[in-house]
């Protein structure tokens, strides 16, 4: 039985998600984000199922929070 599919941008996203150094997430965030991008811009050629599209809107999700927590002055 074949495993969960993984999208392309879904790496970068994943070592947003996994990256807990402030310096390092936000460049990652902006290269996940434009990989995002892209597969929007893809989908009048090729098409995302609904699974897909969920995740995109998952993800964009996570990443405008985790970019605004960023912006946020470090609290410590």
Sequence with gaps: ?????????QKTYNTVLHESDRAKSLPLIECAIVELERRFAELGDKPATEVELKAIFKATS??????S????????
Excluded at 2 to 8: A, D, S, V
Excluded at 69 to 76: A, G, I, K, V, Y
């Design 1 to 9: 039985m074949p495993g969960k599919k993984i999208y392309r941008w």
């Design 62 to 67: 996570t990443l405008r929070q985790r970019l």
């Design 69 to 76: 927590r960023l912006q946020q002055p470090d609290s410590r």
